[in-house]
DNA sequence: CTGAAAGCGCTTACAG
DNA sequence: CTGAAAGCGCTTACAG
């Protein structure tokens, strides 16, 4: 509107807090003032300023406030997958914690790969974030020397650190698949599968605590495990328990990695007439929604991945401000949902 | 490293472009430019200065890269869920259509809410976005206004505008809705009873379907309508078949708003004894993974949602290049999967 | 409580 | 092919 800028101007052609100012006919200081802290201008000039940022529908840019404030009140967290609900439960989590704030979430999605997160935190730490949530413990030595000269506050979301120092939020992904397998140990299962996919890091802990469980109790055999690169989907599920029964017929339970793992061997096993539990048990890993509802219902651990995400922001922002954190490793747990299935 | 900022500055402490360029010995511009466009710079300092950003760590800053420019290369999308696999896969689309690209994709989820939609454009615009990805074609007053104002190019999803100056990329829910009813009335069925959840644009469209297809066959019956405010889940899905029940016992089969409300009708019927579909034909809408696995597979609406993302972020991209695009109306169109459920 | 000046870290014209 | 100057739109000290 009316006079912006004149000739050959590098200028953007949005409204600038400098014309708001003069609008209401103050210092663009105090027009500045008025929007970041009004409780310090007087209430007939802070009327006049937001009188004319009404008027002129400002917008700030928040570039410029970066810049000039040296602070870009960005959040960044990095996922590795967004189709699967345990990390879109996370980062419901993370928003409901931040909602007060005056944070922008940056979210990346890794999609399980190193490249992937380190191209990815490359492109956001360019954004100055205030702090960073990761997802997991594991990650590639050019994304930890990254983390480490950026000097940028992070919070490990999803496991437990061993180290004290690094700030991480979650529960033990090996004690839970050590105690689900104890579990259908206890029920009297004694060729028990483990199912993989994807080969992340939880994967790789959860069957860790299986085969923990396994030699304990004499049993362990690593013809029992089937494990594979291909994402977790229903239909690999299905395919799985194929293989997994066509190698190890005498298996009598399988411990699924994940839920949707679970959820096509069980499906699988209604199309091949084979009854769970009382043929083959079944169990998974996570308790998605669908998990209570089917028939057989699922047998899996519940895992705390809301509660993970809002207490990883929660612990990210007391950082940020300078606090000194209660705790700097916080065990949500897990639950074992003893149900149908096994 | 080295003399960075001298006394009482306000300086980040961070590698500036400035001190890369002294470290390569070359001006601040040629740094530049090496940077962004390396082949208008000789090898030799191209050379220096790649040595120089390598061994300083250099990370550009955004903001002043932003600031400066007055481009953000920023892409803004806004849709109302992340827990629902409709959206994901949409995002999915987006980034892989923009991955060569330089964009950085900001996502908001509005939650179903139009006070959130307001909040996140608002915060959003103020990244001065180079385009913008909206879910749907219905906003508030606000939002339109905010749009307007903002001249930033937008691309509606999922629904096919009427306008044909809006862009748009998706299908037309409405007769999604039809051609479902339609199959339904086709196998025989009378009483067919549509399920609704969320009261989200989508969902009264594709009622509108159901109607206009109830009314064609003179079986239109308004009490066979059951639609809820509360979010699509497998727990309310099985929760209004038992509704439905009770209050049409006659009904003789069921259109779910969507695949999660028909699970969870499903399992409910299998925990009840009711047949599907010899008693109670059911069918969904989407297509999730599961539904083609579970017994009985569901019959439902495939939707192109990975594409409409693509689709949607590529037109964008070309309309933000300055290119005028084919078509400012992308039908992707849907299809019917016909399975054992109905 | 209010404001003139300087500066954040880059890039854009413009010269050479 | 290379560079000195100015400017993007804000905020931070510093005065008054």
């Known amino acids: 509107m009316s006079k912006t800028s004149n000739g050959k101007s590098r ?6 807090l400098a014309e708001v100012a003069a609008h209401a006919g103050v210092a663009t200081m105090t027009a500045s003032r008025a929007i970041s802290q009004p ?8 009327g006049r300023v937001e009188r004319a940022v009404a008027e002129l529908a400002y ?3 928040r570039a410029a406030r970066a810049l000039a404030s040296a602070q870009s009140n960005v959040i960044v967290v990095l996922v590795p997958s967004l189709s699967n609900a345990v990390f879109t439960a996370v980062l419901a989590g993370i928003q409901d914690a931040l909602d007060a704030d005056h944070y922008q979430i940056l979210i990346g999605n890794t999609r399980y790969s190193d490249a992937e997160e380190e191209k990815l935190l490359g492109i956001n730490l360019q954004s100055n974030p205030d702090g960073i949530l990761l997802s997991g413990l594991t990650h590639s030595p050019r994304v930890r020397q990254m ?4 000097r940028v506050p992070i919070v490990s979301m999803m496991d437990l650190a061993s180290e004290p120092t690094q700030l991480s939020v979650g529960f033990s992904q090996q004690q839970a698949g050590q105690a689900m397998t104890r ?10 599968a483990f199912l993989g996919a994807q080969r992340d890091e939880r994967t790789l802990k959860r069957a860790d605590g299986y085969r923990a469980a396994m030699a304990a109790a004499g049993l362990a055999d690593p013809r029992l495990e089937l494990m594979v690169d291909a994402p977790s989907t229903i239909a690999l599920g299905a395919e799985l328990l194929g293989r997994l ?3 190890m017929p005498d ?6 990695c994940n839920d949707d793992l679970a959820h096509g061997a069980i499906y699988q096993c209604q199309r091949r007439g084979i009854a769970v539990p009382q043929q083959l048990a079944i169990c998974g890993f996570n308790d998605l929604p669908a998990s209570a509802w089917m028939s057989p219902s699922l047998t899996t651990i519940a895992t ?23 705790a700097t490793r916080i065990d949500l747990g897990f639950t074992l949902m003893a149900r149908e299935s096994a």
């Open 11 to 16: 200028a953007s052609g949005r409204i600038t």
């Open 59 to 61: 917008v700030p840019n």
């Open 251 to 256: 298996c009598d339970a399988i411990f699924c």
């Open 39 to 46: 409780e310090l201008v007087s209430p007939l000039l802070r």
């Open 304 to 326: 705390p991945r809301y509660r993970i995400g809002f207490e990883a922001a929660t612990l990210l922002r007391a950082v940020i401000r300078g606090e000194t954190p209660p």
């Open 245 to 247: 029964l066509a190698e």
């Open 147 to 150: 983390l480490a000269t950026s």
């Open 183 to 192: 579990y259908l140990l206890d029920k009297g299962h004694r060729r028990i």
